[in-house]
């Protein structure tokens, strides 16, 4: 998806300058091509933050359904709270469509996300993305994206958005992640962490630390666990 946790993030800073309402799974912001195994459903929980006082929690559930092999079908919910008190809640719809599997040699894919909040009933966010998964080797992914974002409190509300990542299997239970990204109109940002999947099974743990994740604080720390069944 663009991430509904870029949008929310962007809303995490905004809050301060801007009435409240204000987007790969989970928290990181770079997406890959591929979706969940079919038949397969997973919730991805994290809470970022930005300081002791300002930060968002999410909730995102996903499923792709066996009939429909290559649609994953999700929803995010993030609320997020700054250190004066100001705070809102978004909700809303978040679909990929994998259209090249990466076992061909190279995945490509179709994401769109939107987000509404919940106390003014308007949009705050959307984003459409080209997510590109090029495989190198056994160990290494390269994410690739491009696409549109729209955040109504950002100062350019229609954005082009595009970003880098590295997985890299260090174990085969620990996965080393960096990535870069930028939304038009605001800095560059980062982040580098670690996902922990014990015994390959269906929970997996991040550790993730970043810059300007938003295009504007200075650092962010984010936890999340995913649960498939």
């Given at each position: ?140 992914r390269i994410n690739l994206n491009a696409g549109w974002s729209y955040s109504r409190v950002a100062a350019r509300r229609d954005a082009a958005f595009y970003g880098a990542q590295a997985e890299l299997s260090l174990t ?58």
């Amino acid at each position: 998806m663009v991430k509904t946790f870029l949008g929310a993030a962007i809303l995490a800073s905004s809050l301060f300058i801007a009435p409240v309402a204000w987007a790969s799974g989970n928290e990181h912001v770079v997406d890959d091509a591929t979706v969940e195994t079919p038949g397969v459903c997973h919730l991805e929980a994290w809470t970022t933050r930005f300081s002791p006082r300002q930060g968002l929690v999410n909730l995102s559930p996903a499923c792709t359904r066996k009939a429909w092999p290559r649609l994953e079908l999700g929803a995010g919910i993030q609320h997020a709270w700054t250190a004066d008190g100001a705070s809102d809640t978004l909700a809303g719809p978040a679909l990929k469509l994998n259209l090249l599997p990466e076992e061909k040699g190279l995945g490509l894919g179709l994401a769109g996300s939107a987000a509404y909040s919940v106390r003014a009933g308007r949009l705050e966010t959307a984003g459409l993305i080209v997510p590109l998964t090029i495989p190198v080797g056994q160990r290494l992914r390269i994410n690739l994206n491009a696409g549109w974002s729209y955040s109504r409190v950002a100062a350019r509300r229609d954005a082009a958005f595009y970003g880098a990542q590295a997985e890299l299997s260090l174990t085969r239970d620990l996965t080393l992640m960096a990535e870069s990204f930028r939304r038009g109109g605001s800095r560059p940002g980062g982040q580098l962490g670690l996902r922990w999947n014990p015994a390959g099974g269906r929970f997996d743990f991040d550790f993730v630390a970043g810059r300007r994740i938003d295009g504007d604080s200075p650092r962010a720390v984010s936890l999340g666990v995913t649960v498939r069944r």
